[in-house]
């Protein structure tokens, strides 16, 4: 069965809502966006009683129901052909690039870099989705001569299965670019934790992805504090 879902034609609103001051951006597991009864807000750097926006606080059972999640999607998206996998990833790359001006605006306000190269490493970040939507064209294997008569020695790479991402404040985009592109194009499902400061840029990342038509369970976003989820992120 094809797991890829036909670009949506709007724009989803899922992951983020008005909430006064700035947004409020939900956890993304599974395919859905969820909201929990806690949260941490995201103040402007250049401002600091300016708040920009909310974010869901994670609990230890929200990481593992994101564990859980990309658990379950990691055996079909591996069997998944490789040139469909580049499908939603290349539809993500236009999507970032066509909103570049409203993440790097977010990008801007909750991490401070300058407007010209936010937007620079946004537009870094879609050519990061283009080039390894390209490489799930590319051969997966090698092919050796033997010392063994008639003999024939054959490599193969296969994915891991589920990934952690965690990824820093100082390049919120283009970071996780780096790192989830090259996971999903080679058949790995993700759990992804951003900085706590740069999770309304994460959420916006995500649903560039979500909107693109990957597959629930594919990509998984929690966030909140390092201090209160680490442990269950890299344990488990």
Not at 58 to 67: E, G, I, K, L, Q
Not at 147 to 169: D, F, S, Y
Not at 170 to 198: C, D, H, M, S
Request: hydrophobic share 45%; glycine share 8%; net charge negative.
């Amino acid at each position: 069965m094809d797991l890829l879902m036909p670009p949506p034609e709007h724009h989803s609103m899922a992951a983020t809502t008005s909430a006064g001051a700035g947004t409020t951006a939900g956890l993304y597991i599974d395919g859905r966006w969820i909201d929990t009864n806690r949260h941490f807000t995201r103040t402007n750097p250049a401002r600091p009683s300016e708040v920009v926006g909310r974010s869901a606080l994670a609990s230890a059972d929200d990481v593992a129901a994101a564990y859980d999640a990309a658990e379950r999607a990691a055996r079909p998206w591996a069997r998944t052909p490789a040139p469909q996998r580049a499908e939603p990833l290349l539809r993500a790359a236009a999507l970032v690039a066509e909103r570049a001006t409203e993440i790097a605006r977010t990008l801007t306000l909750e991490e401070g870099k300058a407007t010209r190269d936010a937007r620079g490493e946004v537009l870094r970040a879609a050519a990061i989705l283009r080039f390894h939507a390209g490489e799930c064209m590319q051969p997966i294997g090698d092919v050796f001569d033997s010392a063994v008569e008639n003999t024939m020695i054959q490599t193969v790479r296969k994915p891991l299965g589920p990934i952690a991402v965690i990824t820093p404040w100082n390049f919120p985009i283009a970071i996780p670019a780096w790192k989830i592109a090259p996971a999903l194009a080679y058949g790995n499902t993700v759990v992804w934790k951003p900085a706590e400061i740069a999770s309304g840029t994460a959420a916006l990342l995500a649903g560039c992805l979500d909107d693109a038509g990957l597959p629930a369970g594919v990509l998984n976003l929690v966030t909140g504090r390092g201090r209160e989820i680490g442990d269950a992120i890299v344990g488990d």
